[in-house]
């Protein structure tokens, strides 16, 4: 009798599959490898939606999945062991290294499956900075967990905009809040992004000024910001 999948390879140069069942040591992990049904024995037990390694992995190593670097390990996992935020952990990423120059021409193969590709383009919105968006929201953005409420008011109320909801930025350490700043700013700078307006507090230690002036050294988008203290209330 075939086993039934219980794991999931994304991508063919993945080196670990994701359980989408919890394993215990001694079971047999199953996935499907193209047209093929690979196995392997988990060694240790892997929780469900899991990574386990495919192969003897070293550290330094990168952890392939999505056909995409999750970040590298520092220990080495061998082959159908847990890999995990103990042995795994996430690297800086020059992303602006990666943006295409202008000669690059995106080229699709058409869904007929004709041999020549065709170019490729798509409605859009083209940022100044050259990425370009597939939607032009305006981003209502709270500075810590307290003004999140009033950002989703604010963007039920208008068309076209969005919100998040932020749970930090109040009592932090100065590492979190410069990890704040830095998720903040990068869901301002999305390139769905068309403007953004700022809401924060007054007590947080994101100022909602200082915020809007990091954005603007990042982006030429319109960027607004205002204090709820300030402001003297939520209205």
Same mark, same amino acid.
């Given at each position: 009798?075939?086993?039934?999948?219980?794991?999931?390879?994304?991508?063919? !140069?993945?080196?670990?599959?994701?359980c989408?069942?919890?394993?215990?040591?001694?079971?047999?992990?199953?996935?499907?490898?193209?047209?093929?049904?690979?196995?392997?024995?988990?060694?240790?037990?892997?929780?469900?939606?899991?990574?386990?390694?495919?192969?003897d992995?070293?550290?330094?190593?990168?952890?392939?999945?999505? $056909?995409?670097?999750?970040?590298?390990?520092?220990?080495?996992?061998?082959?159908? !062991?847990? *890999?995990?935020?103990?042995?795994?952990? %996430?690297?800086?990423?020059?992303?602006?290294?990666?943006?295409?120059?202008?000669?690059?021409?995106m080229?699709?193969?058409?869904?007929?499956?004709?041999?020549?590709?065709?170019?490729?383009?798509?409605?859009?919105?083209?940022?100044?900075e050259?990425?370009?968006? *597939?939607?032009?929201?305006?981003?209502?953005?709270?500075t810590?967990?307290?003004?999140?409420?009033?950002?989703?008011?604010?963007?039920?109320?208008?068309?076209?905009?969005?919100?998040?909801?932020?749970?930090?930025?109040c009592?932090?350490?100065?590492?979190?809040?410069?990890?704040?700043?830095?998720?903040?700013?990068?869901?301002?700078?999305?390139?769905?992004?068309?403007?953004?307006v700022?809401?924060?507090?007054g007590?947080?230690?994101?100022? !909602?000024?200082?915020?809007?002036?990091?954005?603007?050294?990042?982006?030429?988008?319109?960027?607004? %910001?205002?204090?709820?203290?300030?402001?003297? $209330?939520?209205?």
């Open positions: 009798m075939e086993q039934s999948i219980n794991a999931l390879l994304m991508d063919e !140069h993945d080196n670990v599959v994701t989408v069942k919890e394993v215990k040591r001694g079971q047999s992990v199953a996935y499907q490898d193209g047209a093929a049904l690979r196995t392997l024995v988990a060694e240790e037990d892997i929780p469900y939606c899991h990574k386990i390694a495919l192969t992995l070293a550290a330094g190593e990168d952890i392939i999945k999505y $056909g995409e670097s999750l970040g590298k390990l520092v220990a080495p996992v061998k082959k159908g !062991h847990w *890999v995990n935020d103990q042995n795994l952990k %996430s690297v800086p990423r020059d992303y602006e290294s990666e943006f295409a120059g202008d000669d690059f021409v080229q699709a193969k058409q869904s007929a499956g004709a041999p020549d590709l065709e170019p490729f383009s798509f409605w859009g919105y083209r940022r100044a050259g990425r370009p968006g *597939v939607r032009n929201h305006v981003l209502i953005l709270p810590c967990a307290c003004g999140s409420e009033c950002c989703r008011i604010v963007a039920s109320q208008v068309r076209g905009a969005v919100n998040i909801v932020f749970n930090t930025g009592s932090d350490v100065a590492a979190n809040t410069a990890m704040s700043q830095k998720v903040l700013t990068g869901f301002a700078c999305n390139p769905n992004v068309y403007g953004v700022i809401i924060g507090l007590c947080e230690t994101v100022p !909602h000024a200082a915020l809007r002036e990091k954005i603007q050294k990042m982006t030429s988008k319109p960027v607004a %910001s205002l204090g709820i203290q300030e402001d003297g $209330g939520t209205l």
